[in-house]
């Protein structure tokens, strides 16, 4: 089992910034990737971004050139740095990450969820 832990969300003024984090433990394996999701009232939980083990990305488009995410693989965690941050980027963030065994199944896991609200 692996477990998700974030930090980092809250409140910030239109423009403002934000840095999420998410530290992973339990049973680790190599090959996975780790991302964020969001979900606003009403609405569904939707890919922001998410980086491979091998630090491949990929953004939503709505994020591209505002967020960035990284991780760093020794400590198991993910970051996504936001920059220009909108009331529609108002959501729910959930940390993701999906482990890859070696026969091609896939195991995935959710963190709790952290408020970012971004309001004048």
């Known amino acids: 089992q692996v477990q998700l832990v974030e930090s980092g969300g809250g409140l910030v003024q239109p423009g403002g910034s934000l840095r999420l984090s998410c530290a992973a433990s339990g049973s680790i394996f190599r090959d996975n990737v780790m991302g964020w999701y969001r979900q606003a009232p009403g609405k569904q939980r939707i890919l922001v971004a998410h980086?491979?083990?091998?630090?491949?990305?990929t953004y939503a488009d709505s994020v591209k050139g505002r967020f960035t995410i990284s991780r760093n693989n020794a400590k198991n965690t993910v970051y996504l740095q936001m920059n220009s941050l909108k009331p529609e980027d108002t959501a729910v963030y959930y940390c993701n990450r999906k482990d890859i065994r070696i026969d091609g199944t896939i195991n995935e896991y959710w963190g709790q969820g952290t408020q970012v609200t971004v309001s004048v």
């Open positions: 980086i491979t083990s091998g630090g491949t990305t």
